[in-house]
C-alpha cells in the first residue's frame, strides 16, 4: 500500500499500464423539445407565484412582470439543464464502474483489490475519485453530485413533477448527500486506485 500525504492507495503488481472500459457519457442535457421545457417551467413561475404580480403593481408595468416572469423560467430551465447533465454524467458513471468490477474480476492483478475481506482494498467510490485523479473534463460536471443524483433517480426526473424549491434543492444538496450515503456503504478502511497504473477513454456520445 502506497500512502501520499493522507491518501492511501492500493497495491497494483507489475508496472504495466491497465487498460479499463471506456467510460460512455450520453448527452442528454439539453432536450429536444425546448419549447415544451420552456412551458413547462413557465407554469411552474405561475403556480408557485415565484414573481407575485401583486407586489409589483404599484411599481412595474404589466410588460415588466411578464418579462421578470420570463426570466425566472429561463433560470428554472437553466438549472433544470443542470440536473440532467448531471444525472447523464452520474448514469455513465455507474455503468462503466460496473463493466470496470468486470474487468477486475476476470484480471487475476486486479481481482483481490475488490475484496473488503482484504485490506488495502479499494471500494465503489474509488473509481469516481479515479475520475477525478486522471481530471477527466466535465464541462463543469460535479463528478460525485452526478453520482448521487443517478442514485437518486432510476431515470431523469421530469419538469412538470417539480417545485422551485425541489429543483434547486437538486441542484444543490440532494446529489451530494445521496453520494456521501454511497460512499459510506463501503466498509472502512478503503483505499483508492493509482491514477497513473490505469488508462481509459471517455467518449461522448
Not at 33 to 59: F, G
Not at 83 to 105: A, N
Request: glycine share 6%; aromatic share 8%; proline share 7%.
Amino acid at each position: 500500500m502506497d500512502i501520499v500525504g493522507g491518501r492511501k492507495f492500493v497495491e497494483v503488481p507489475g508496472e504495466r499500464l491497465l487498460e479499463l472500459p471506456p467510460l460512455l457519457i450520453h448527452d442528454g442535457g439539453h432536450p429536444k423539445k425546448l419549447d415544451r421545457v420552456m412551458d413547462l417551467a413557465a407554469k411552474v413561475v405561475e403556480r408557485e407565484d415565484m414573481v407575485p404580480a401583486h407586489t409589483l403593481d404599484a411599481v412595474a408595468a404589466p410588460e415588466e412582470v411578464e418579462r421578470r416572469k420570463m426570466d425566472m423560467a429561463i433560470n428554472l430551465v437553466d438549472n433544470y439543464f443542470g440536473v440532467l447533465r448531471h444525472w447523464h454524467w452520474g448514469d455513465g458513471i455507474l455503468e462503466w464502474i460496473r463493466q470496470c468490477e468486470t474487468t477486475f474480476e476476470h484480471t487475476d492483478a486486479l481481482k483481490r483489490l475488490l475484496r473488503p475481506d482484504i485490506w488495502p482494498h479499494a471500494g465503489r467510490s474509488s473509481f469516481v475519485r479515479l475520475l477525478e485523479d486522471k481530471e477527466v473534463q466535465t464541462g463543469g460536471v460535479d463528478l460525485e453530485r452526478a453520482v448521487g443524483l443517478r442514485l437518486a433517480f432510476r431515470q431523469p426526473p421530469p419538469m412538470h413533477c417539480m417545485s422551485d424549491q425541489f429543483l434547486f434543492y437538486l441542484n444543490g444538496t440532494l446529489g451530494n448527500a445521496a453520494y456521501q450515503t454511497w460512499e459510506q456503504m463501503s466498509p472502512a478502511p478503503l483505499s483508492e486506485l493509482p491514477p497513473e497504473r490505469f488508462t481509459f477513454q471517455v467518449v461522448k456520445m
